[in-house]
């Protein structure tokens, strides 16, 4: 079972340039969310989302969109990238719609480098 | 805003003894609390939840809503044991998980 598939698993990119982090999800989750790993502050929740056309902010929203128009793809969106947005990027999902009760299953990880 | 502190960044152990994770968080009211391993090469995955009461690979957890922690216990830590742990809590933002920044834990021979 594939379970949570993130892409790309590395990235570089140039103060300013966009990309979308893809992110897909084979377990008819209903909840799905994006953090940001960094070294000393743990993971941070960036959006989320209850179901399809749903999402949300989190702890740290600013530079980052989303959108949720498939149970099973929830794209991160980078609009004009900073070096602050150098980080590891987690997507997770959760078969609830309370995703916090149920068990958070994790992607890979996506390491992203702004110059 | 709803906090979790994980006050130690590295907790270095010999294989046998007994191991101690601490964690507290900030809510006041009935936080849904977790645990969160990653192994080395391995994806960030749960360990175990408070409102299951359950030992996973010999871990335990108590909540103590006194002290406000929920720290992560094994009487006899294994060398396969040694990775990040992060310790999470949920209930204030509904479904918000808030995670601690993680302790690693190093198991020596």
């Known amino acids: 079972n594939a379970g949570v598939t993130q892409t790309p698993k590395f990235q570089v990119l140039k103060t300013g340039q966009s990309m979308t982090l893809q992110c897909a999800q084979d377990?008819?989750?209903?909840?799905m969310s994006w953090y940001r790993q960094d070294p000393g502050m743990g993971l941070r929740l960036i959006h989320y989302?209850?179901?399809?056309?749903?999402?949300d902010q989190g702890e740290v929203p600013n530079g980052y969109n989303v959108s949720r128009s498939t149970t099973e793809d929830f794209p991160l969106r980078l609009l004009s990238a900073a070096p602050s947005q150098t980080s590891v990027y987690f997507c997770?999902?959760?078969?609830?719609?309370?995703?916090?009760?149920?068990?958070?299953?994790f992607g890979e990880g996506s390491r992203l480098t702004v110059l | 805003a709803q906090r979790v502190t994980q006050p130690e960044k590295l907790l270095s152990v010999f294989k046998g003894a007994p191991v101690e994770l601490k964690c507290n968080y900030s809510y006041s009211g009935s936080p849904e609390l977790f645990w969160y391993v990653q192994y080395s090469r391995q994806r960030l995955q749960l360990l175990l939840r408070?409102?299951s009461r359950e030992s996973i690979k010999g871990f335990t957890a108590d909540l103590n809503k006194g002290e406000t922690s929920f720290h992560l216990k094994k009487p006899f830590a294994q060398e396969e044991d040694s990775a990040m742990y992060y310790c999470a809590s949920g209930g204030e933002y509904g479904n918000k998980l808030v995670f601690g920044a993680g302790t690693i834990l190093r198991v020596k021979s």
């Open positions: 989302s209850v179901g399809a056309g749903i999402t």
């Open positions: 377990m008819n989750h209903e909840y």
């Open positions: 997770a999902s959760s078969l609830g719609a309370q995703g916090i009760l149920g068990e958070l299953f």
């Open positions: 408070h409102i």
